[in-house]
T-cell receptor
Framework: DVKVTQSSRYLVKRTGEKVFLECVQD?????MFWYRQDPGLGLRLIYF???????EKGDIPEGYSVSREKKERFSLILESASTNQTSMYLC???????????FGPGTRLTVT | GNSVTQMEGPVTLSEEAFLTINCTYT??????LFWYVQYPGEGLQLLLK?????DKGSNKGFEATYRKETTSFHLEKGSVQVSDSAVYFC??????????????FGKGTTLSVSS
């Protein structure tokens, strides 16, 4: 089975802190994605990557950056956390065939 | 642009009732269609998929048929269980598939099943 892991299930940070969310997949997938999930808004794509060191902006990239130095790892960075970034963050990976994405368990981030 | 519209919830059913969650989409070409399920406190799990018109995806008693003529992909189950209580997301993947193509999700439908 595909396994996507995220570094933390719950995280509490202060406004202005730099926050790193880590995601690792074990299926050698080319594509990796970061979403945030908010009540009433569903899932919104922040960034995705289709290869090592490659990244593309999604629908809501403002306030975020990403890093993909190794194929299996995709990091989401909040340069200066703000309260409006309090959310559930979901990482996903997929092969290059369009056969669907596999999600991690999510990180619930609270910024106070 | 491409989009997915799901029926708004919550959907509340008794155990063994029949379930339908409606999903319609707008897309150019021939997208692939998916249903995902999210149990409380967890990430999304792929429930079923269909990649071309008239395909039927099925898993764990759930079914959905890709209807191009009505641009729909409704989720059905003949007899729901309490353990099916979750949030269900319909999604599409644009076609032809290109590297890094992201999914477009509906907003989710919450299902609550009581015994």
């Amino acid at each position: 089975d595909v396994k996507v892991t995220q570094s933390s299930r719950y995280l509490v940070k202060r406004t202005g802190e730099k926050v790193f969310l880590e995601c690792v997949q074990d299926m050698d997938h080319e594509n990796m994605f970061w979403y945030r999930q908010d009540p009433g808004l569903g899932l919104r794509l922040i960034y995705f990557s289709y290869d090592v060191k490659m990244k593309e902006k999604g629908d809501i990239p403002e306030g975020y950056s990403v890093s993909r130095e190794k194929k299996e790892r995709f990091s989401l960075i909040l340069e200066s956390a703000s309260t409006n970034q309090t959310s559930m963050y979901l990482c996903a990976s997929s092969p290059p065939t369009g056969s669907g994405q596999y999600f991690g368990p999510g990180t619930r981030l609270t910024v106070t | 642009g491409n989009s997915v519209t799901q029926m708004e919830g919550p959907v509340t059913l008794s155990e063994e009732a029949f379930l339908t969650i409606n999903c319609t989409y707008t897309a150019t070409g021939y997208p692939s269609l998916f249903w995902y399920v999210q149990y409380p406190g967890e990430g999304l799990q792929l429930l079923l998929k269909a990649t071309k018109a008239d395909d039927k995806g099925s898993n764990k008693g759930f079914e959905a048929t890709y209807r191009k003529e009505t641009t729909s992909f409704h989720l059905e189950k003949g007899s729901v269980q309490v353990s099916d209580s979750a949030v269900y997301f319909c999604a599409l993947s644009e076609a032809p598939y290109q590297a890094g193509t992201a999914l477009i999700f509906g907003k989710g439908t919450t299902l609550s099943v009581s015994s």
